[in-house]
C-alpha cells in the first residue's frame, strides 16, 4: 500500500501526526530517556566504628567469575604470558606465566554451558602445576585492562589452595599475599602477608621483608576451606586491609603511631616486622600516589623463604596442581584519566562548577552504595552493579560487545534517534491506515 497523503481529509491529520512526533523528538532530546542510578558514583565506609569516613568512587571494575565461561573474551581482563628465568624469579625455579594455567568454571547453567566443576568452587581457576617446565614452574597471572586506578577499594572472593607451596595474590601494588605453606589447619594458624610495594621494596628485590611495610596478619578462618571477601582500600596515605570485612591492617604515610592498629591481633611474629615498618613510615611516604591496574596472580619458584614448592608430586600417582579460585573481584575507584574526571564533573559538578549547588544536591542522590560483605550476611557477594544496565551509566562493563563506555543519559539520543526513524516508517508505509484509525 502507498500513502495517498495529498488529499484534503487527512492533511489535518498530518499536522497532528507531525506535531505528536516532533513533541516525541523533543522530549527525547531535552529530557533523558533516563536518568541512571550511581552516574555520581559508588560509595563505601572505610575504617572501623566511629573512625569510619565515607568515601565516593567514580569508576568500577565488576567482574562474576563464578557466571564467566569465557574468560579469554572479557574485555575487563587480560591474562599475562611471560617467562621468567631463575635469576629473575629469585629462586630455586623460573615461573612460566601461561593462559593455559587460567581457567573458567562456571556455576552450572552460567550462558548455557555445561561444566563438571563443583559448584561451590564455581570461579577462575589459578593453576600453579607441580610438573616443572624447562626448570620454570607453570603459573597463572591476570590483570586488569584499565591501568589507571588511582585510589580505590578493591575487593575479591577467593578460595585459596590448600597445596602447600605456592604464592596467592590479590594485588595492585598493595598486595594481599597467601603462602599456602604457611597455613596449620592442626593449630589453627591462617597467616596473610600484607605487603605495600614501595620503590623501596622494589630497589631490595620485592623482598618487602627486609624493605618494611609489611605485616603478618592472622585469619580467624581457614581461608582453603571456602570462598572469603579479601579486601583493599588505597587512599591519598593511607591503605587498610580486611578480610570479610574486618580491618586487618592499616599502614600510612604520615608518622602518626598507629601504623600497624586495627586488629592485627594475630600472629606478628615478627616485632621486627613492625619496627620495619616503622622504619619505612620514617624514611618517607610510602604509600603509592601514581595510577596502576589490579592483578591475581597465583606463583612459586621455590624460594623456601617466599612461596616455597613447588607443589611436591604427591605419591606414586602423580603430581598434585595447586588452584586458587576466584569468585569475583569487585573495584571501585577513581580514574587518573583527566577525561573520566571531567566527564564526572560535568554530570556531577565540582567545586569550580558554577552550577555547584544545584548538582550537587542531585549528585548526592546518584551515588549508590556498596553493600558489605560480612561474615553474618554474605548476601552482598551476589550483588554486582553491573548485573543491572541503569546502575552502570558510563562505566566500562564487559559485554558481548567489548568493554565500551555504556552511554548514559546520552542514551536519550538514540533513543530518539530510534523513535524518529520508526515513525518516519509508520507515516510512509501505513500512512493511509493509520489515519483512518485516527
Ligand atoms: C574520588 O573522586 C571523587 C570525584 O572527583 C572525589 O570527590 C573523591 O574525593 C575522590 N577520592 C579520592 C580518595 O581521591
Ligand atoms: C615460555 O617457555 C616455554 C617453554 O620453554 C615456551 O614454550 C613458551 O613459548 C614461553 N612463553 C613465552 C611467553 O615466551
Ligand atoms: C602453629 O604452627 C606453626 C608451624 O607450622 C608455627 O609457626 C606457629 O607459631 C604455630 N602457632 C600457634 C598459635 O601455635
Ligand atoms: C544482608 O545484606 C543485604 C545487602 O547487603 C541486605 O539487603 C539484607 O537486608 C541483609 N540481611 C540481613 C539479615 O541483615
Ligand atoms: C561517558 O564517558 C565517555 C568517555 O569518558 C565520554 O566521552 C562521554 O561524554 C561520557 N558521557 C557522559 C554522559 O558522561
Not at 91 to 119: D, H, L, T, W
Not at 140 to 155: C, H, K, N, Q, S
Amino acid at each position: 500500500m502507498t500513502a495517498s497523503i495529498g488529499s484534503s481529509s487527512s492533511s489535518s491529520t498530518t499536522f497532528r501526526l507531525l506535531l505528536f512526533l516532533v513533541f516525541l523528538l523533543l522530549h527525547g532530546l531535552l529530557i533523558p530517556a533516563v536518568s541512571a542510578d550511581c552516574e555520581c558514583g559508588y560509595a563505601a565506609s572505610i575504617g572501623t566504628g566511629p573512625d569510619a569516613v565515607e568515601h565516593v568512587f567514580t569508576d568500577l571494575i565488576e567482574t562474576d567469575f563464578s557466571r564467566l565461561a569465557d574468560v579469554a573474551a572479557n574485555t575487563d581482563w587480560q591474562r599475562q604470558a611471560f617467562n621468567l628465568s631463575r635469576e629473575r624469579a629469585r629462586g630455586a625455579y623460573g615461573e612460566m606465566f601461561a593462559v593455559e594455567n587460567i581457567a573458567a568454571n562456571p556455576r552450572k547453567g552460567s550462558e548455557g554451558e555445561e561444566q563438571e566443576g563443583e559448584e561451590e568452587d564455581a570461579g577462575l581457576r589459578l593453576v600453579v602445576r607441580s610438573d616443572v617446565v624447562n626448570d620454570m614452574v607453570p603459573v597463572a597471572e591476570i590483570d586488569t585492562m584499565r591501568l589507571d586506578v588511582l585510589y580505590g577499594t578493591f575487593r575479591a572472593g577467593l578460595k585459596i589452595t590448600d597445596v602447600p607451596g605456592t604464592c596467592s595474590a590479590f594485588f595492585w601494588e598493595i598486595d594481599m599475599e597467601f603462602l599456602s605453606k604457611d597455613f596449620n589447619a592442626a593449630n589453627g594458624t591462617f597467616p596473610v602477608n600484607l605487603v605495600l610495594q614501595s620503590r623501596r621494596a622494589a630497589e631490595s628485590g620485592f623482598d618487602a621483608q627486609r624493605a618494611g611495610t609489611f605485616v603478618r596478619a592472622n585469619l580467624p578462618f581457614d581461608p582453603t576451606l571456602a570462598f572469603h571477601e579479601y579486601r583493599i582500600d588505597f587512599l591519598p596515605g593511607r591503605v587498610l586491609f580486611y578480610a570479610d570485612n574486618v580491618v586487618l591492617a592499616r599502614m600510612q604515610d604520615d608518622d602518626d603511631d598507629d601504623q600497624t592498629g586495627g586488629h592485627d591481633d594475630g600472629d606478628r611474629s615478627g616485632s621486627g616486622e613492625v619496627a620495619a615498618a616503622a622504619a619505612a613510615a620514617d624514611a618517607g611516604p610510602v604509600v603509592p600516589r601514581h595510577a596502576g591496574h589490579l592483578v591475581l596472580q597465583h606463583w612459586s619458584n621455590g624460594n623456601p623463604l617466599w612461596s616455597g614448592g613447588p607443589p611436591a608430586p604427591r605419591g606414586a600417582g602423580g603430581g598434585r596442581d595447586a588452584v586458587t579460585a576466584v569468585a569475583y573481584v569487585k573495584a571501585y575507584f577513581n580514574s587518573s584519566a583527566g577525561r573520566r574526571q571531567e566527564d564526572w564533573r560535568r554530570r556531577c559538578g565540582g567545586d569550580d562548577d558554577p552550577g555547584r549547588e544545584k548538582k550537587a544536591a542531585a549528585a548526592a542522590a546518584a551515588v549508590c552504595r556498596i553493600p558489605e560483605v560480612t561474615a553474618a550476611n554474605l548476601s552482598a557477594r551476589e550483588f554486582f552493579f553491573s548485573a543491572h544496565p541503569r546502575m552502570v551509566p558510563n562505566q566500562t562493563v564487559s559485554r558481548n560487545g567489548g568493554g565500551r563506555w555504556r552511554g548514559g543519559s546520552g542514551g536519550g539520543v538514540v533513543w530518539s534517534a530510534f523513535l524518529f526513524t520508526v515513525l518516519v516508517l509508520v507515516v510512509v508505509q501505513g500512512g493511509e491506515m493509520m489515519f483512518g484509525a485516527w
